[in-house]
């Protein structure tokens, strides 16, 4: 065959002439992506800047009265004192306060140390008398430097607490517990790798029944992962990323690295089987699978980029990080994967698993797929009532999904710094999230700007069951930004924090300052923000879905010049991400399964995770469907029916897709165990939908619909004849003897 008849034949032809350069010039990126990244770093989005909705027009007032100055940029932490026995008032209590105050005093960037004896609007000593806060103030230009700083004063602090055993002394704070949280993550994360990779490599060996051979796709995907990375530096250089994004990357790269390894290796050793030689075989693999990977990983990028519309920048980077590590794995995929197999040739098959030929011979009598292939062909309307029904009745819980952004009731109580802060709530309830309203005048001290500012913190003392505290306000040194908080009664993600923002957003911060002229006002704080950025969210997810539907049907429609095939594609990919969306609402906003998995139900789903699942799905399912509808097209082409199609190509596929699919769900099972319940909402809903979409779509609603529209597949109007044809995959014909 030709195997240079379409761009990814040619690419594997010149990197098999080629097999020096391709090799050390993929390793030479890899290193050089990973150093420059390291030396860069990767700079983040401005937390200040990330707002939406009225929070972001909050931020802006502020930004007139308290510009932005990383250099004098802080967080407030505080220590929580607290004794069984001893009052506050108590010598000794008295004490190890003023003895973690003189510690922290002598940290650097710790400043603006407050005692809970000095007078305040908002009580630092609860009302037993058995606890008290100390607050201070750390400097700290960014996040990182934030986690990197708080070091010295949880020392002192520890070293504090070592000098007065009859008392506790904790840290907490935004600091304190993004600090906790992250190392949490990082041992989580070390645990899903470390088990992630050696099941990926076990089911590579069952699939190949050689070492070497299971050993190539993990290498290539853990280089793609380790290029993306340090390509983050440069893309962030751009554009500001938010965080998460190695999470992402690392959960994408692996399940596509090897995914797209694992359809060229298996089509490279059909070729050889055939009676090919080495490099023949690999060409052949080049021009067919080779062709699945390109389009599948464009479509993938695709897909991705319609995170884009969502107008938030933490979707805008996970978009980012996902585009660059499966670009990066298709073109490790098409590049030093041919050359590492036309140089190792049939050494590949080294490290053979004892018993694999037997394993393989009693695998195919049994003929799981082939089986069911048949009986879903044969009845073809009863398999689309059956599992189709079965999807729909799965996906039924989702019309009753609630979303929240999660805030520290999605966070391990494991974790010493988020059991602290439960503990202040508890005891400081005017220590809780704030309502803050900035206002902003020619002069906020004088006149009717002055009048609204006392009139609205006036008003809130009216609601005693929403506001826990008298309302304050500090005042910029320019006199034009008045920043007015109140202390609101709630978590600041519950229901009465809710009710507390809004109350103050629709109602008392309007009556106050709407009618006066010369002033702008705008309310945030940690509950306003989560309300903009779900409403924002829901506002944006028209765009983020259509174009995620539009392009992957229009890249289906280019490659298999059909207007059928990407409709079914597009019904297909809904049911499985709407099956998965039905059962997380099953388990995490009604806690079914709550012992099982280790957590307990907030009562919602992440407001992030519905759109993120909805694009990496719809993307990543195209790899199978792709992969799949690839081998049939194969088949019509060289002549055959639909049905004889459809029943070899789905035969012939059905092994690497289902090891493809294990995979993919073995490494989001992986992130289902970690302790973060963001984390295990995205590992649950990612492996229930791949292995929904490797089982009840592609083995039994694709045949079966297929099946029933014949020749219609195929179908494309006349007025879209000017469509380019796209080189298909050629069929693995025997070499002569």
Do not use: C
Not at 383 to 401: E, K, N, Q, R
């Amino acid at each position: 065959m030709n195997s240079k008849s379409n761009l990814a034949g040619r690419i594997g032809q010149w990197s098999i002439r080629h097999r020096k350069a391709a090799i050390l010039g993929w390793f030479a990126m890899v290193i050089a992506a990973f150093m420059i990244g390291n030396g860069m770093g990767v700079k983040e989005a401005d937390s200040a800047h990330q707002g939406v909705g009225e929070s972001a027009r909050a931020a802006e007032i502020y930004e007139h009265g308290w510009p932005v100055d990383k250099d004098k940029q802080s967080v407030t932490e505080q220590v929580l004192v607290e004794s069984k026995s001893l009052d506050a008032h108590d010598p000794e209590f008295k004490s190890a306060v003023h003895d973690v105050m003189h510690r922290l005093d002598a940290v650097k960037y710790v400043q603006e140390i407050e005692s809970p004896y000095a007078q305040h609007e908002n009580v630092r000593i609860s009302k037993d008398s058995h606890a008290a806060l100390v607050t201070y103030q750390l400097l700290a230009a960014d996040r990182n430097e934030m986690l990197a700083r708080i070091d010295k004063p949880q020392a002192a602090i520890a070293t504090a607490a070592k000098g007065h055993s009859a008392l506790s002394l904790r840290p907490v704070g935004d600091a304190s517990i993004e600090k906790a949280v992250d190392e949490k993550d990082t041992k989580d994360f070390a645990k899903a790798e470390v088990t992630s990779v050696p099941l990926t490599l076990l089911i590579l060996l069952l699939t190949f029944g050689a070492a070497f051979a299971a050993g190539v796709p993990v290498i290539l995907a853990l280089t793609a992962v380790l290029a993306a990375m340090g390509l983050m530096g440069p893309a962030s250089a751009i554009q500001p990323v938010a965080g998460g994004f190695e999470s992402v990357i690392l959960l994408i790269g692996l399940a596509v690295g090897v995914d797209y390894s694992l359809f060229y290796i298996r089509r490279a050793r059909e070729a050889r089987a055939a009676g090919h030689d080495n490099d023949t075989a690999i060409g052949i693999a080049a021009s067919t699978s080779g062709r699945a990977v390109l389009v599948s990983g464009l479509t993938v990028m695709v897909s991705m980029a319609g995170m884009y519309f969502a107008g938030i920048s933490m979707f805008a980077s996970f978009a980012t990080a996902t585009i660059i590590v499966v670009a990066v794995a298709m073109i490790g995929s098409l590049t030093v994967l041919p050359a590492l197999l036309s140089k190792f040739g049939d050494k590949i098959e080294k490290g053979r698993l004892p018993g694999y030929g037997f394993m393989r011979r009693r695998a195919q009598k049994l003929a799981f797929w082939s089986r069911v292939t048949d009986r879903v062909l044969r009845r073809p309307k009863l398999s689309v009532a059956i599992a189709g029904s079965v999807l729909v009745a799965m996906a039924v819980p989702a019309l009753s999904m609630h979303t929240a952004l999660s805030g520290t009731e999605s966070m391990s109580r494991s974790i010493e710094a988020v059991r602290t802060w439960d503990r202040v709530q508890a005891l400081f309830p005017a220590q809780t999230l704030p309502v803050m309203v900035a206002v902003q005048a020619d002069d906020v001290t004088k006149g009717s700007a002055a009048a609204a500012i006392k009139k609205f913190e006036q008003s809130t003392a009216k609601y005693q069951s929403l506001y826990t505290g008298r309302a304050t306000h500090d005042v910029s040194d320019n006199k034009q930004v008045a920043s007015v908080l109140v202390p609101a009664a709630g978590d600041g993600t519950d229901d009465i924090s809710q009710q507390a923002m809004k109350k103050i957003r629709s109602d008392l911060a309007p009556a106050a300052f709407e009618d006066v002229n010369g002033v702008a006002f705008a309310t945030s704080g940690t509950t306003a923000a989560i309300d903009d950025f779900n409403q924002s969210l829901k506002s944006h997810m028209p765009y983020v879905f259509g174009f995620v539907v539009i392009a992957a049907f229009l890249v289906l429609l280019v490659t298999f010049r059909s207007l059928v095939i990407p409709i079914k594609a597009i019904v297909l990919n809904v049911l499985s991400v709407g099956a998965a969306y039905g059962l997380l609402v099953a388990v995490f906003q009604r806690g079914w399964g709550e012992s099982l998995l280790g957590f307990h139900s907030t009562g919602a789903i992440s407001a992030w995770l519905p759109p993120f699942l909805f694009v990496i799905l719809f993307g990543l399912s195209m790899d199978y469907h792709v992969f799949i509808l690839s081998r049939i097209k194969e088949g019509v082409d060289d002549g055959m029916s639909t049905d004889e199609a459809v029943s070899r190509g789905i035969k012939r596929t059905a092994g690497v897709v289902t090891s493809a699919a294990l995979i993919m769900v073995g490494v989001f099972s992986m992130f289902g165990t970690l302790s973060s319940i963001d984390m295990k909402q995205m590992g649950v809903g990612l492996a229930v939908a791949v292995l929904l979409d490797a089982t009840l779509i592609r083995g039994v609603l694709l045949p079966a619909s297929m099946k029933l529209l014949g020749s219609w597949n195929w179908w494309l109007p006349k007025r879209l004849d000017f469509l380019p044809q796209v080189s298909g995959e050629a069929e693995v014909v025997p070499a002569a003897a």
